[in-house]
């Protein structure tokens, strides 16, 4: 399956307005040759996805929001849900992550609540999914957090395989490792849903990525790409991470004599 490479910036509680505009700007500039090989989605803090969607408008890279509330109804003080996100310029939205779950004691239950509020809000989930620090890896846990979801929706979301341990690391984790993370997650998806679904489906890894190991991260075909966070906040960094997808993406794709 010919699945078009994904990249994907989490700048969490980061970058001010003018830093975002200014980010652009120079990641435009120096990513622009690898924005028709490799999709790109930035996630900003939602003080600046506004100015961020509209930075971005005319070029292939989209916008997503960092998380979501799933309501119901209007009354939740600080939170955001998909309708404001996607009146923001957002088309995505990130839901699962480590930091959110931990900090709001969410269970596989309220993330698929989120995916779902996704879907019905008419943005694309970026489900992030791995085990829990020092647990093994059980993609079973995809039950619950897909139930009510069915193949098309499955179909257009990304997956990061995000081991809990890997986040704030000084370097990812071993690209055996993250391979075998998206490899797991795939075969469920085949056997859950069929393999048409697992061929479609964008799986990425993510967890303290940086250009030099970009290339050894993507060596698997069921790496799909590769999500930033520090190294998504720096435009010549996540630049350099995107050109590497595309390098990638264009060896597999050349003939080999």
């Known amino acids: 399956m010919n699945r078009k490479p994904f990249a994907l910036a989490n700048w969490k509680m980061a ?3 003018a ?26 803090p939602y003080t600046a996805l506004a100015a961020v969607a509209d930075a971005l408008q005319g070029t292939p890279v989209a916008v997503g929001g960092q998380d979501l509330w799933p309501g119901p109804g209007l009354a939740h003080t600080g939170a955001i849900s998909a309708e404001l996100l996607a009146d923001a310029g957002a088309t995505w939205v990130m839901v699962g992550h480590w930091e959110v779950r931990r900090r709001l004691r969410e269970d596989d239950g309220a993330v698929n609540r989120k995916v779902r509020a996704a879907l019905e809000g008419g ?6 999914f791995g085990e829990a620090a020092g647990e093994p890896f059980d993609p079973g846990r995809l039950v619950v957090l897909l139930e009510g979801c069915d193949p098309e929706a499955v179909a257009r979301m990304v997956f990061v ?9 000084t370097e990812p984790v071993p690209p055996a490792h993250a391979a075998a993370g998206c490899r797991s997650i795939r075969r469920w998806l085949a056997e859950r849903f069929g ?10 890894y993510g967890g303290s990525v940086t250009p030099e190991h970009a290339a050894a991260l993507l060596a698997s075909p069921d790496v799909d790409g590769l999500g930033a966070t520090r190294r998504g906040r720096d435009p010549a960094a996540f630049a350099a991470i995107v050109a590497q997808i595309a390098a990638y993406r264009m060896s597999i794709a050349s003939p080999k004599l």
């Open 123 to 128: 943005l694309r989930p970026i489900l992030l």
């Open 15 to 17: 970058m001010t307005i």
């Open 195 to 204: 393999p048409e679904v697992a061929g479609q489906v964008r799986i990425i």
């Open 19 to 44: 830093q975002s505009r200014a980010f652009v700007g120079e990641f435009l500039a120096r990513a622009g040759p690898y924005l028709d090989t490799v999709e790109v989605v930035i996630c900003p």
């Open 161 to 169: 395989y995000e081991p809990e341990g890997a986040i704030g690391q």
